[in-house]
T-cell receptor
Framework: ETGVTQSPTHLIKTRGQQVTLRCSSQ?????VSWYQQALGQGPQFIFQ???????GRGNFPPRFSGLQFPNYSSELNVNALELDDSALYLCASSSGLFYNEQFFGPGTRLTVL | DQQVKQNSPSLSVQEGRISILNCDYTNSMFDYFLWYKKYPAEGPTFLISISSIKDKNEDGRFTVFLNKSAKHLSLHIVPSQPGDSAVYFC???????????FGTGTRLQVFP
């Protein structure tokens, strides 16, 4: 059974650019959540996808968007990057709604210059 | 507004002793609480959880205590081992929601 994987591991972008981060959920999991962890902070909930539909969103602007595919993998897209978007982006999968024990990937470290 | 707070950024404990990590929360509607452990370059790993209807949950060396009246929970690790050295995050969620609200973390160092 493979765990949650994320790509790329590290990414450097410049302000104003767009970025796409990818996540493959753990086998058998149909729910994916994305979190942003800034330096020295805990992870902050961005949004969640359940069976390809957005199911809940945190306090992030619309330039943060996502997709979930039929195989339950997911993408996080960020447009018009800002310096404050520099953070570790974590993807977590779980086996269904209301199942609180989420399994996290190693994250993608995004640096915006 | 930080709904889940971990006021101790770091803790240092000798191997074999007890480690106690603390977490406070402000929202009485939280239904479920979790502890995650994070090593460098890895994602957080689920450690132990507790429902709001309980006041204690134990799993091997790890015990979580919940005091709803004080809106406080703690994680006890006994005995502490060097491999326990990591950042520990407290998290909470509402009933029927997978959204986790994390604290800022406590870095635990267990020394020989």
């Amino acid at each position: 059974e493979t765990g949650v994987t994320q790509s790329p591991t590290h990414l450097i972008k410049t302000r104003g650019q767009q970025v796409t981060l990818r996540c493959s959920s753990q086998s058998g999991h149909n729910t994916v959540s994305w979190y942003q962890q800034a330096l020295g902070q805990g992870p902050q909930f961005i949004f969640q996808y359940y069976r390809e539909e957005e199911n809940g969103r945190g306090n992030f602007p619309p330039r943060f968007s996502g997709l979930q595919f039929p195989n339950y993998s997911s993408e996080l897209n960020v447009n018009a990057l800002e310096l404050d978007d520099s953070a570790l982006y974590l993807c977590a999968s779980s086996s269904g709604l209301f199942y609180n024990e989420q399994f996290f990937g190693p994250g993608t470290r995004l640096t915006v210059l | 507004d930080q709904q889940v707070k971990q006021n101790s950024p770091s803790l240092s404990v000798q191997e074999g002793r007890i480690s106690i990590l603390n977490c406070d929360y402000t929202n009485s509607m939280f239904d479920y609480f979790l502890w995650y452990k994070k090593y460098p370059a890895e994602g957080p790993t689920f450690l132990i959880s507790i429902s709001s209807i309980k006041d204690k949950n134990e799993d091997g060396r790890f015990t979580v205590f919940l005091n709803k009246s004080a809106k406080h929970l703690s994680l006890h690790i006994v005995p502490s081992q060097p491999g326990d050295s990591a950042v520990y995050f407290c998290a909470a969620s509402f009933e029927g929601s997978d959204k986790l609200i994390f604290g800022t973390g406590t870095r635990l160092q267990v020394f020989p």
